[in-house]
């Protein structure tokens, strides 16, 4: 009988397991994985640092959060990403704002001929401005930070491009708002994939166009041109940025996203410095190729920077206009550049 007792609680105390097995059981904090998609190929600096910055968050926060990464749009479109996100389609996304033209009109400036010099400077000043003027246009979404590659040159093919006259006639491709640039300039603006610019460029669809000297090496233009125009007082950038499901960032541990946050700044300063390095590596390039690298005179430079006047104009009274204060953000970016020209720029999202 003794024995049929012991057996009896053995059996009972199985039962019980097995019916608590069966139990849905609350998820537990250290599970949580994130997909994380990015439109830059895995093998790209900026991936790469992406892929750092998830291995830091793993790491800070004891392996409570794990990342599954699709890098070279293998889970999402760089277009379809900021819908993505909000959806809840993938969890975090890195794509370029102008993707989705006229969703950000706010931050556009980044994309305004203001006179951008640097990946590092124009990353920092991007964040900046999101932190003080908290544009509602990314309400929808967790930014976790920005970031804006170094100035973008007019790159030609054939004859180079000295005074405003040169510009008639031609046809420069372009990326996002900056056909305004162009067609300000007196040109012809043709919007190609950069996939086909290439050979855009030799064939002779194209005569040149607007992009930062990264591209020049990564995407091997530098190859199919002759001249690049060095006209600092029209220089512009474009924004890229990096988002959070808001719906999944709210169900985040607290204390995972205050390690999030705290990087922020960090990495921002490590992409814009990339962008740098990336434009550094463009330049010498292009100089390796022999190609012409042509610089506009300070007189000739000023008469640029009056010709695309209207592009900032119109910004100013579109974003007014929807009752967004754009002046104030002008003069803010204005000021930046101007302490950055005399190195008394300061930013936490700067090394």
């Known amino acids: 009988m003794r024995g049929n007792r012991v057996s009896f609680c053995q059996f009972a105390l199985l039962f019980i397991f097995a019916i608590s097995a069966l139990v849905p059981q609350p998820a537990?904090?250290?599970?949580?994985?994130?997909?994380?998609?990015?439109?830059?190929p895995g093998e790209d600096v900026q991936s790469k640092l992406l892929a750092e910055w998830m291995k830091e968050v793993e790491k800070r926060?004891?392996?409570?959060?794990?990342?599954?990464?699709?890098?070279?749009?293998?889970?999402?479109s760089g277009p379809q990403t900021y819908n993505g996100v909000v959806?809840?389609?993938?969890?975090?996304?890195?794509?370029?704002?102008?993707?989705?033209?006229?969703?950000f009109p706010l931050l556009d400036f980044i994309d305004l001929p203001l006179g951008y010099p640097s990946g590092k400077v124009n990353t920092a000043i991007i964040n900046e401005v999101f932190d003080k003027f908290k544009p509602a246009e990314f309400d929808k979404v967790k930014v976790l930070y920005l970031m804006a590659p170094g100035p973008f040159y007019l790159h030609t093919v054939g004859e180079p491009i000295r005074k405003v006259a040169d510009w008639k006639g031609k046809k420069f491709h372009y990326l996002g708002i900056?056909?305004?640039?162009?067609?300000?300039?007196?040109?012809t603006p043709v919007s190609l994939p950069m996939l086909k610019l290439y050979k855009s460029l030799q064939d002779g669809v194209v005569q040149g166009g607007l992009w930062d000297y990264s591209a020049s090496?990564?995407?091997?233009?530098?190859?199919?041109?002759?001249?690049?125009?060095?006209?600092?007082?029209?220089?512009?950038?474009?924004?890229?940025?990096?988002?959070?499901?808001?719906?999944?960032w709210d169900s985040l541990d607290p204390d995972v996203q205050r390690v999030m946050e705290s990087l922020a700044p960090i990495w921002a300063a490590k992409h814009g410095q990339a962008w740098d390095d990336a434009s550094a590596r463009g330049l010498a390039y292009s100089k390796k190729l022999g190609r012409n690298i042509i610089t506009i005179d300070p007189a000739?430079?000023?008469?640029?920077?009056?010709?695309?006047?209207?592009?900032?104009?119109?910004?100013?009274?579109?974003?007014?206009?929807?009752?967004?204060p754009g002046t104030e953000v002008i003069?803010?970016?204005?000021?930046c550049l101007t302490d950055a020209k005399a190195g008394k720029f300061k930013s936490q999202y700067m090394n």
């Open 61 to 76: 926060t004891g392996g409570k959060v794990q990342f599954e990464f699709f890098p070279a749009e293998s889970k999402i």
């Open 300 to 324: 000739e430079a000023k008469r640029w920077r009056e010709q695309v006047q209207p592009v900032i104009d119109a910004y100013v009274n579109n974003t007014e206009s929807k009752g967004l």
């Open 217 to 248: 090496v990564d995407w091997k233009f530098a190859e199919v041109i002759d001249n690049d125009i060095i006209c600092d007082t029209i220089t512009h950038s474009t924004g890229l940025f990096v988002i959070m499901n808001k719906e999944r």
């Open 28 to 40: 537990s904090a250290a599970s949580v994985t994130l997909s994380f998609s990015s439109h830059h």
């Open 178 to 187: 900056a056909d305004e640039i162009v067609k300000a300039m007196g040109a």
């Open 331 to 335: 003069k803010f970016v204005e000021k």
């Open 87 to 103: 959806h809840g389609f993938v969890d975090i996304g890195f794509s370029v704002m102008q993707y989705t033209r006229g969703r």
